[in-house]
């Protein structure tokens, strides 16, 4: 299983980015995709996950991001408006063999796959 991100990059302050997932070797249709994030000096977090039901956010995210997935193109992508600093992170594209577990509001799935990780950096 290869997952391949791509998008990323600078922004200022308020300002908007995408970032993409490839992935190859397993079909996402029936499985959780998603992404986390590791700032420097921070833990690793969870962002957003999708599966055939539902769609999970974490709070610091809410109503900024937004992520889909195409099943024809097997890909995930995460739309992210409103960035500030705390958003300034490698963001990693991962998944799973099984669909979002989700407790409370947090996706405690073991993500069995993940990508090499792509820069975002927000400018204030």
């Known amino acids: 299983v290869q997952l391949a991100e791509s998008g990323g990059g600078s922004v200022q302050a308020g300002g908007s980015l995408r970032v993409s997932c490839a992935i190859s070797?397993?079909?996402?249709?029936?499985?959780?995709v998603g992404w986390f994030r590791h700032a420097p000096g921070k833990e690793r977090e969870g962002v957003a996950f999708?599966?055939?039901?539902?769609?999970v956010y974490a709070p610091y995210v809410k109503g900024r991001f937004t992520i889909t997935r195409d099943d024809d193109t097997n890909s995930v992508n995460l739309q992210m408006n409103s960035l500030n600093s705390e958003d300034t992170a490698v963001y990693y594209c991962?998944?799973?063999?099984?669909?979002?577990?989700?407790?409370?509001?947090?996706?405690?799935?073991?993500?069995?796959?993940w990508g090499q990780g792509i820069q975002v950096t927000v400018s204030s």
């Open positions: 991962v998944a799973d063999d099984l669909w979002c577990q989700v407790v409370g509001d947090r996706v405690v799935n073991t993500f069995n796959h």
């Open positions: 999708i599966d055939p039901d539902e769609s």
């Open positions: 070797g397993l079909r996402i249709r029936r499985v959780c």
